[in-house]
């Protein structure tokens, strides 16, 4: 994906994860694209949609090079041991040649997600996602957008979607509270619970089986709240053509800069 692990670049998790957060937070093309070759590629994103999909990978439409259109271009999903091959078209969209945009199941728990994009049986590029283990028995999603967050010895507080195996009882410390109950997922989430939590007060949460506690997370003040925002204004719609970065006519925003205790 576009951030490395903090080990690789000698930094804490906690501020690789948000800057990780940050460029989820953005939905700009020029962040969310990386570069292979004359390719610019888009990360995939793993979701939930509790009331319709499940859990899925959205497949969002790639650039192709002019002279690639007649290229044979696919994307290549590894949940697990299996691997299954997802043919797309390419079609002209303007001036640009893209590949459709699509959607893939992930019908099965597993270890890791691999999404590749491939062309003429070449691999392009290489997407990998942290699934579930014995040791991590749970897939943890933003609220408001449903993207999967990455998991590891803290997460913001901030209202979390929660999916682990029904077998295991959830406890939670601090001010809690359920928002949404999700229903039965389908093919193999079936055996999972899934629920949405605003863990906005909440200190930490674990997962205990027949009393033995499995898994802890701590909880952390959210990063998002902390940082200064623009507010009002007269924004320039980010679609129009060239515009790449929030562009205001007229009237400028006020910036809002937050007070944080020390």
């Known amino acids: 994906g576009l951030v490395p692990d903090g080990d690789q670049v000698g930094l804490p998790e906690r501020v690789v994860e948000a800057y990780r957060q940050w460029i989820a937070e953005q939905g700009t093309e020029q962040i969310e694209r990386e570069t292979g070759g004359r390719w610019r590629l888009r990360k995939p994103d793993v979701l939930i949609d509790p009331w319709g999909e499940g859990v899925f990978v959205a497949l969002p439409p790639q650039q192709v090079p002019a002279t690639e259109v007649q290229a044979d271009v696919a994307w290549q999903v590894k949940a697990g041991s299996e691997t299954y091959v997802w043919p797309v078209r390419v079609r002209r969209t303007g ?3 893209k590949t459709t945009e699509e959607s893939f199941p992930l019908r099965q728990p597993a270890e890791t997600y691999e999404v590749s994009l491939v062309t ?15 040791e991590r028995p749970l897939l943890v999603f933003d609220a408001e957008r449903g993207t999967l967050l990455r998991l590891s010895y803290s997460l913001p507080a901030r209202r979390l979607g929660l999916l682990y195996s ?7 410390e601090g001010d809690a509270h359920l928002l949404e109950e999700w229903p039965r997922l ?12 605003d863990l906005d007060r909440a200190t930490l949460f674990n997962l205990r089986e027949d009393g033995q506690e ?3 997370v701590m909880l952390r003040p959210d990063e998002a709240k902390q940082r200064p925002i623009l ?3 007269n924004l320039l719609s980010p679609e129009k053509p060239g515009v790449r970065a929030p562009v205001y006519e007229e009237v400028p925003p006020s910036v809002r800069i937050p007070l944080t205790g020390r």
């Not at 029904?166 to 939670?172: E, V």
């Open 95 to 97: 001036f640009d040649w």
């Open 166 to 172: 029904a077998q295991l009882d959830l406890r939670i």
């Open 186 to 197: 389908p093919w193999g989430w079936a055996a999972f619970r899934g629920q949405t939590w």
């Open 231 to 233: 507010e009002g204004g």
């Open 120 to 134: 003429n049986g070449q691999v392009k590029n290489t997407w990998r996602y942290q699934g579930l283990d014995d």
């Open 214 to 216: 499995i898994l802890t």
